[in-house]
């Protein structure tokens, strides 16, 4: 696929945020499909350009696939077929990409009605759906999802929104994570004027507590090269994070090529060790996690954070941290710029 960092998709992201739109019917759209998937009923399959993205509300709203020539690079795990909070109750592991509320530093109380509850669905306009979860009381959290699959590139737009329900001010910061098959390389570009003295920090319990070393960080599979941050996402568990203001983060494995593209916020409160990104990678999954700066919300007051996902299918297979700070040639600034 060819990468093209439009504006295009950001306007129409933007304009789903403020146009108020009447519902359309699934059976009159473009680009929209809806079908039961790994025994999810009322999953929403979006098609563009040979790449197609699953949405399933069943299970918070979730992206549970992203691909083109029929591969995914998300992870799925088969364990999670067809469970709900209805029919499973208690926690279970879900792969996908989904949006959460942090700073995981903090603690948050758990909150199952946005992380795997049921989402309502609509499909507003053709290659577009939204996804709105329950009223989650514990954290004072509505969640709403926009996602488009842009016809012409089947990349995708998502607009991540959280609504504060509570009568009393929250503050969080919106969080996405976004899993995929493991044994690919994750590379993002380091912030030249860090806060880290590394440039970098690890994930560390201490007390057990998790903080991020930004001193003296070390990890077997991570390497810094040429400004940019690469790692082998392979092997035992490990988290990293920076303060990057590049406004992406990239996987690839094999020949496919996944970049994520968010807003960076110089004076936001990233409260999450002070990371607007971090990468946690085991011998399941690459763990790619773009974040918001944490924010203050007054009773009605609600937050938006918007991602633009592109593919590029690749000529030859990436097997080596060389090959992989190479792709950087292949990935324009973000589209965001700085805010």
């Known amino acids: 696929m060819r990468l093209t960092a439009t504006i295009s998709i950001l306007s129409v992201l933007l304009g789903l945020l403020t146009t108020a739109t009447r519902a359309a019917s699934p059976d009159s759209v473009k680009g929209v499909t809806v079908q039961e998937f790994r025994g999810w009923q009322e999953s929403l399959i979006l098609e563009a350009s040979g790449v197609h993205a699953i949405v399933a509300p069943a299970v918070g709203g979730r992206i549970l696939q992203y691909g083109v020539s029929g591969e995914n690079i998300l992870y799925e795990d088969i364990k999670s077929f067809g469970r709900t909070l209805a029919n499973s109750p208690g926690s279970f592991s879900m792969g996908g990409y ?5 700073p995981e530093l903090r603690g948050i109380p758990d909150h199952e009605a946005l992380w795997v509850g049921l ?16 009223k989650d009381v514990s954290v004072g959290i509505q969640m709403e999802k926009q996602i488009l699959i842009e016809p012409g590139s089947g990349d995708l737009g998502i607009t991540q929104e959280m609504r504060n329900i509570s009568d009393k001010e929250v503050a969080y910061c919106l969080w996405d994570r976004t899993l995929c098959k493991n044994d690919g390389f994750a590379l993002f ?3 030249k004027k860090s806060r880290f003295k590394a440039g ?9 507590k998790f903080i991020y070393d930004g001193d003296k960080p070390v990890a077997a599979n991570v390497r810094i090269m040429k400004g940019m941050l690469v790692a082998r996402c392979e092997g035992p568990a490990t988290k990293v994070g920076a303060d990057s203001d590049a ?3 990239a996987y690839v494995r094999g020949r496919l090529l996944l970049v994520k593209y968010f807003p960076f916020f110089p004076q936001g409160n990233y409260s999450d060790g002070g990371n607007s990104v971090e990468l946690y990678y085991d011998e399941r999954v690459a763990e790619l996690e773009p974040l918001s700066p944490e924010v203050k919300l007054q009773p009605g007051g609600s937050h938006m954070f918007p991602e633009k996902w592109t593919l590029i299918e690749l000529e030859k297979e990436v097997l080596t941290f060389e090959k992989a700070a190479e792709l950087v040639k292949r990935i324009p600034p973000s589209p965001f710029g700085r805010k």
Do not use: A, M, Y
């Open 189 to 191: 570009p380091l912030n």
């Open 247 to 249: 406004g992406w983060i």
């Open 200 to 208: 970098w920090s690890l994930r560390r319990t201490v007390n057990d």
């Open 119 to 134: 989402h309502q669905w609509k499909i507003h306009k053709d290659f577009t759906v939204r996804v709105t979860s329950e």
């Open 98 to 102: 989904q949006c959460d509320i942090g």
